[in-house]
Structures are given as C-alpha cells and as structure tokens.
C-alpha cells in the first residue's frame, strides 16, 4: 500500500514527540503552494534544497583544506552530508522530525564563499561599510532570494520551520521575528540538533583530515583528554586492535562519546520541563539539545588544539591566504567593472548595488571557479576547465 502525504502526516502525528514540529502544523511558505501528493513539506523543503545549485557547489568549496589539494579530504558538501547525517540520528532518538533537521543541517553551509573561514573574514573585511558578510546570514539569502528556478517567488519558498532554523545567530536577539512569530529565545528542537551535529562532525573529522594530511600526529593528540578517552573506548570496544584499525575506531568513537553525551544531557532536560509543544521548546529556561558541562570542557580544549595546529598551520593558512588574496582583488575587479559578473547578477545590480552584488557572486563560487576567474580577469590568462558559472554566466 502506498504512502501518500496524508499518511505521513498521520504518522508523524502518531509517532513523534509532543516537542517536535509537524509537517501538518508548519506555519507555511512565504508564497502558499498547495501540498504535495506524497511528500510532507519539510520533505519537499530537503529535497528542493538538494536539487539546488548552491548546493551542489559546496562540492568544490573549502572546509579546512583547498578543493583539489586532494580527493579524500573532506570539501563543505561531504562535511554537509555528515552533519545531515548525524542530525537525522539525533533527531529519531529524540523523537524529532527528522526530515526538518536534515533539511537544516543540509542547509546550514550554502552560505559559505570560497576558501573557508578565512575567505569568509576577507569578505566580512571588504564589505564593513556594506553591511559585512556573514556565511549564515548568506544562507538565508540563497534559499530566500538569490536562487532563481521557479516561476512565481524568488528563493526555495522553504517553511517557515527550516527558514526561522537556518537563523541560529539572529534567535539570539530578543525579539527577533520572522513573518510574525518569535524565532527565540531558543530555536526548535530540531535546529538545536542540527547545529550540535555540525559541532560534533568537524570535531571528529577535522581531526582525521588534520592527520592524513600530517599536520598533526597521534602523540600531539595523546596530551588531550578528550582523544584518550576515544581511544581508551575504542580498545575496550575492539579488544587486540592494532594499526591500522585503531586510528579510524578512535575517530568513530570521538563523534559517538559526543553523540552519548548530547542526548544523555538532552534526555534529562526534557524530563525535567517536559516541554508540550515546539514552543515550550523555544521558551524553555535554557537550551535543550547541547553538551554537557564536562564534555564542553574538553572539546574546548581540542577546539583550541585544532585552530591552533590545522586552522592556522603554517601549511594551510598560507595556502589560504594566497588564494584569499586572490579573491579580494577580483571581488574589487567586480565592483569596479560590474558588467564582468554573470547575467543573473547584473540583473540585482539596480537594486543592490555593485558592491552587494559583488559580495554575493563572488561568495557563490567554487574555489577553482574563484581562481579561474582570477586568472581571466587579473592575470589575462585563459582558463583551462571550460566550466560556467553555476549563477547564471
């Protein structure tokens, strides 16, 4: 027997936990579309996401290492698809929804430009006197405005539960409203997942890109609380295991030690204010989906460990930075000759203004379209992929 939306929507409100938000309740779209014959909407919102270009261009942009250093290191996508990946095991055992947290962990990074993190601080520098660059604020701008593929709204015309989830930064603010209902003080169980998941995966796998790429070694780690205990896990876990097992089980322990720990703490939490509705969620005393105390502790000390011997090693920031550099002057090619960019971006040029528009062409680039563009325009040399601009050309 087929499962058509009906039944879904049945089941998740058979099924799921009186704190989780259910497709059949959201409080809609910004453009009101009739449903879809079989899949709920937090569905469609994941799936229209996935088939987004800002998605797929995460493919070829930074996470800790330049795209094309090497094809096992993980790029935003593959880091995107781990985070959607533990938010969706977060999510069934709290008995969320779990297609809603997976569609704002897949969303989470399209914001990202290229070069990571410190590509990111060059255009927040660039634009100070244009209202700055955030990558989260620039999600929000992709799946709200800058994607173009359907002919009545501009934007994905996701629910308002993924969009007011994509908005972790701005819930903080009091008072803070998207289409007139609060999105604080705390955001939706299922955005909390979302956001702790993204905390534990680079946690553990930038751990284990920093140590193929050997910029650390396992002897650095063994000074750090959290790492011993991983290993001590995994020995106990697999008794006898040696090289070369030993170093992946430690790194699969150090993301389930996190996993145990946030729903331990979570499972006490809803118990003690039991929250009834999505809403007492968002007006709970505090935060219900985090670590605890303890494990904080120690993650702060590998969080330092990692920017201070991967982030900021000598081999990758310098590589960044060269490439940033690069970023830079041709972000201030594109102000300065606009009619450069692509066809969908000059058309926002009236209404946004040259630098707006610039800030958000260049962020929607891949890495390697990024260089490529610099080579055309700055140093006048030919390009050698023949690849287009995802934004339109």
Not at 72 to 84: C, D, F, K, P
Request: glycine share 8%; proline share 4%; hydrophobic share 35%.
């Amino acid at each position: 027997m087929l499962m058509n939306r009906q039944s879904r929507e049945d089941l998740e409100a058979s099924t799921l936990a009186a704190y989780a938000c259910r497709s059949a309740e959201s409080r809609g779209r910004p453009v009101p579309e009739a449903g879809h014959a079989h899949r709920t909407a937090f569905q469609r919102d994941r799936d229209r996401i996935i088939h987004s270009p800002c998605f797929r261009r995460l493919e070829y942009k930074t996470q800790v290492f330049i795209n094309g250093t090497a094809d096992h290191y993980r790029t935003r996508l593959t880091h995107t698809i781990e985070v959607a990946a533990v938010a969706r095991t977060l999510a069934r055992a709290l008995n969320a929804n779990e297609d809603l947290a997976e569609a704002i962990a897949l969303a989470h990074d399209i914001g990202h430009c290229p070069f990571g993190h410190v590509g990111e601080k060059a255009l927040d520098d660039l634009m100070e006197n244009e209202g700055g660059f955030d990558h989260n604020i620039q999600s929000l701008r992709w799946v709200e405005l800058l994607e173009s593929r359907y002919p009545d709204y501009q934007g994905l015309n996701l629910t308002w539960e993924v969009r007011s989830g994509l908005r972790k930064h701005l819930s903080k603010e009091p008072g803070r409203m998207l289409d007139g209902h609060p999105i604080g003080p705390w955001q939706g169980i299922e955005a909390q997942i979302a956001d702790v998941a993204d905390d534990m995966t680079y946690y553990a796998h930038d751990v284990d890109d920093g140590l193929d790429a050997g910029l650390i070694t396992e002897e650095q780690l063994g000074d750090l609380d959290m790492w011993q205990e991983a290993g001590e896990r995994a020995r106990a876990e697999f008794p006898g295991i040696g090289s070369p097992h030993l170093l992946p089980m430690t790194i699969r322990c150090l993301l389930d030690l996190q996993v145990e720990d946030v729903l331990t703490r979570s499972e006490d939490l809803l118990k003690r204010y039991q929250p009834a509705s999505p809403a007492e969620v968002m007006n709970c005393e505090e935060r219900i989906v985090g670590y605890s105390e303890s494990l904080w502790k120690k993650l702060g000390e590998l969080r330092r460990f990692l920017f201070q011997n991967v982030y900021w090693h000598p081999k990758v920031h310098r590589a960044n930075e060269e490439a940033v550099q690069m970023m830079s002057r041709l972000f201030l090619f594109y102000v300065e000759h606009p009619e450069a960019m692509g066809r969908k971006a000059r058309a926002r040029l009236e209404k946004q203004g040259s630098w707006r528009t610039a800030c958000d062409y260049v962020s929607g680039m891949t890495d390697r379209y990024a260089l490529e563009e610099y080579m055309k325009h700055i140093e006048h040399k030919p390009r050698t992929s023949g690849s287009t601009d995802a934004q339109g050309g």
